[in-house]
T-cell receptor, first 116, second 111 residues
Framework: KAGVTQTPRYLIKTRGQQVTLSCSPISGHRSVSWYQQTPGQGLQFLFEYFSETQRNKGNFPGRFSGRQFSNSRSEMNVSTLELGDSALYLC???????????????FGPGTRLTVL | AQRVTQPEKLLSVFKGAPVELKCNYSYSGSPELFWYVQYSRQRLQLLLRHISRESIKGFTADLNKGETSFHLKKPFAQEEDSAMYYCALTSPSGGSYIPTFGRGTSLIVHP
């Protein structure tokens, strides 16, 4: 099976702009999670989508949003970009059956966002 | 709230030496713990999880509820073990389980 893919791989934006990142999960996986990775804060959970519904949300401001489509592909959007949003954004997919403890997450290569 | 602490940012050992990457957690419920690894220029991937009680690439990790720890161990380190290691804990939320990651430990194995 093809792995998790993320586009674009690199992105440069300026403060105040908005950005949309895309994630295609492994075929058959219904859960997609997004993470922000920075040197200062490490890996932080943004949100999780399952069957087109946001199932969980991390502690990030409302500028960070996402959605999932019927084919399980997901997008995340960051509006009004700030310098501190510069990070590696990782997407991970899992089979995601509800209530499955210990579901293995399969990560994509990430999108490197730089905000100038 | 749950928390995962990896006290060492960097661990440097020589090939053949034993390795122990520390992970301590704070969680009031029954934890599910994982180790993820990221090799240079590769994506983050699962190494092992405590519910499977498995050994992967010679690594093992035992959950110690008394000490709230889930240290990763390998008796003889290899150069190819050099990577970034993340400990993670999942907790139930919204009908699924979301992970909390530690800050990671960079393991360098010298020849």
């Amino acid at each position: 099976k093809a792995g998790v893919t993320q586009t674009p791989r690199y992105l440069i934006k300026t403060r105040g702009q908005q950005v949309t990142l895309s994630c295609s999960p492994i075929s058959g996986h219904r859960s997609v999670s997004w993470y922000q990775q920075t040197p200062g804060q490490g890996l932080q959970f943004l949100f999780e989508y399952f069957s087109e519904t946001q199932r969980n949300k991390g502690n990030f401001p409302g500028r960070f949003s996402g959605r999932q489509f019927s084919n399980s592909r997901s997008e995340m959007n960051v509006s009004t970009l700030e310098l501190g949003d510069s990070a590696l954004y990782l997407c991970a997919s899992s089979p995601g059956a509800s209530g499955t403890v210990g579901d293995t997450q399969y990560f994509g290569p990430g999108t490197r966002l730089t905000v100038l | 709230a749950q928390r995962v602490t990896q006290p060492e940012k960097l661990l440097s050992v020589f090939k053949g030496a034993p390795v122990e990457l520390k992970c301590n957690y704070s969680y009031s419920g029954s934890p599910e713990l994982f180790w993820y690894v990221q090799y240079s220029r590769q994506r983050l991937q699962l190494l092992l999880r405590h519910i499977s009680r498995e050994s992967i690439k010679g690594f093992t990790a035992d959950l110690n509820k008394g000490e709230t720890s889930f240290h990763l161990k390998k008796p003889f380190a290899q150069e190819e073990d050099s990577a970034m290691y993340y400990c993670a804990l999942t907790s139930p939320s919204g009908g699924s389980y979301i992970p909390t990651f530690g800050r990671g430990t960079s393991l360098i194995v010298h020849p």
